[in-house]
């Protein structure tokens, strides 16, 4: 499969647990967003990465939230002190950049549940 | 945030017949897409449309671009049942990295 892969696909923490997602996007791709879905919304943007370098997070992603992509290649997103309200679907998306207009891959999701 | 809304909410329609979904959006664009998301999975692009283009094909789908009323419509004609998900419209504006800002989305449900 040469899609974005993203695991786990599901994940129920307690609250207070930290916990890491990860994202591989598709090979040649050089661009790599997080986004992050609540049921009956629309997707919302975290944070993107150019190859390694972390260019943009949103002011939805708290300090309790970091993400990596130490190689240039995967990614991960790291919850820590995990709360009710993080509940929802981790998307990851990338893309090759090779212009203005780029298509983004999603992959599958991971579904966070805290209790 | 999310960039506008989309209209319906939520649409119930037999297969064969053609569904038409809206999106409005709130800020100039570069370009615009719909996405198709089945229900607990991730998103499948179905169509880009740039900001100078007024209408665009892709088999069974059509999407329209008015930009004077930032609005968006698709098209999807002869429905069937595997038509059955939720659509998202998903702008990029110029200078933001690509990055998508996405609508509420229209759930379509096509019955036999």
């Known amino acids: 499969d040469t899609g974005v892969s993203q695991d786990p696909r599901h994940k129920i923490t307690k609250r207070g647990q930290n916990v890491t997602f990860r994202c591989d996007p598709i090979s040649e791709h050089n661009r790599l967003y997080w986004y992050r879905q609540t049921l009956g919304q629309g997707p919302e943007f975290l944070t993107y990465f150019q190859n390694e370098a972390q260019l943009e997070k949103s002011r939805l992603l708290s300090d309790r939230f970091s993400a990596e992509r130490p190689k240039g290649s995967f990614s991960t997103l790291e919850i820590q002190r995990t709360e009710q309200g993080d509940s929802a679907m981790y998307l990851c998306?990338?893309?090759?950049?090779?212009?203005?207009?780029?298509?983004?891959?999603f992959g599958q999701g991971t579904r966070l549940t805290v209790v | 945030s999310q960039q506008g809304e989309e209209d319906p909410q939520a649409l119930s329609i037999q297969e064969g017949e053609n569904a038409t979904m809206n999106c409005s959006y709130k800020t100039s664009i570069n370009n615009l897409q719909w996405y198709r998301q089945n229900s607990g999975r991730g998103l499948v692009h179905l169509i880009l449309i740039r900001s100078n283009e007024r209408e665009k094909h892709s088999g069974r789908l059509r999407v329209t671009l008015d930009t004077s009323k930032k609005s968006s419509s698709l098209l999807i004609t002869a429905s069937r049942a595997a038509d059955t998900a939720s659509y998202f419209c998903a702008t990029v504006r110029d200078g933001t990295a690509s990055k998508l800002t996405f609508g509420t989305g229209t759930r379509l449900q096509v019955t036999l």
């Open positions: 998306a990338s893309s090759l950049v090779w212009g203005k207009n780029t298509e983004a891959f």
